[in-house]
């Protein structure tokens, strides 16, 4: 199974720890956010990796291939990464994913490996959605129908009625992965939308008549880390769990 996992962004608002470190590459209790994301992936499955890279990414890709030597893995580097958002660097994708189901993954996201387990228990088309806790203005949020079929996702989604939080974790189909890549091919590259998030391609495969599915995570943990602030509550929260390297076969502790 194929998973793309997006680590082009240069992290501003982590500043100064992500001076010299890209954000996925920063540790939550002792373990950097992308061997935890690798690690868990593996563990339910997922053989096969495709990362977006742009900010010092060959300290990505140095700091893999030391974690993991034997992945199967591809590099897609975003050249312009400076000046173009989340949209831009999954289109570049599309030659290695467009034919295939795969789960997505923003490379700042800090997970249960539960959440994982939990979308692919729903199967394909679906998203992972918090509900529980507060939902602010700048969080991207999901309105569904009563079958959990989502209806809108976006920041602009008012928070009233919402049925919760995108974490940032997507598990797609190959029919609705060839459908996405034709919007974001269309929007990024055609219309030239090269600063929005890849959740407006979302939500014009959705208005187009695809099916996504929010799957509610309850209490598990997910979170995003765009701030110094969301570094201190992730290292809080995860401090003393371990985090198993599966890539060795006595599950040593990944350090």
Wanted: aromatic share 8%; proline share 4%; with cysteine.
């Amino acid at each position: 199974m194929k998973a793309a996992i997006l680590a082009a962004g240069c992290a501003t608002r982590l500043r100064p720890y992500s001076d010299d470190t890209p954000k996925t590459l920063l540790p939550v209790a002792g373990v950097p956010i992308l061997r935890r994301t690798i690690t868990s992936l593996m563990r339910c499955g997922f053989d096969q990796f495709v990362i977006g890279t742009g900010y010092l990414e060959h300290m990505v890709r140095d700091s893999v291939a030391d974690w993991f030597p034997d992945l199967d893995v591809e590099f897609v580097t975003n050249p312009i990464f400076r000046t173009t958002n989340n949209a831009y660097s999954l289109s570049l994708l599309r030659p290695h994913l467009e034919r295939d189901p795969f789960i997505l993954l923003d490379g700042d996201v800090v997970f249960d490996v539960s959440v994982v387990e939990a979308l692919l228990s729903r199967g394909p088309d679906c998203l992972a959605v918090r509900s529980v806790g507060g939902i602010g203005l700048e969080e991207v949020k999901v309105t569904a129908d009563r079958n959990d079929r989502v209806l809108a996702i976006g920041k602009h989604v008012p928070v009233r009625g919402a049925m919760g939080e995108s974490v940032g974790i997507e598990l797609f189909s190959a029919s609705s992965s060839r459908k996405l890549f034709d919007a974001l091919d269309n929007r990024v590259h055609g219309q030239g939308l090269v600063n929005e998030y890849y959740e407006a391609s979302f939500q014009e495969i959705i208005d187009q008549g695809a099916s996504l599915y929010g799957v509610d995570i309850g209490h598990m943990y997910a979170t995003e880390v765009d701030t110094i602030e969301d570094l201190l509550a992730a290292n809080a929260r995860l401090a003393g769990r371990p985090a198993f390297d599966v890539a060795r076969s006595d599950l040593r502790l990944a350090v």
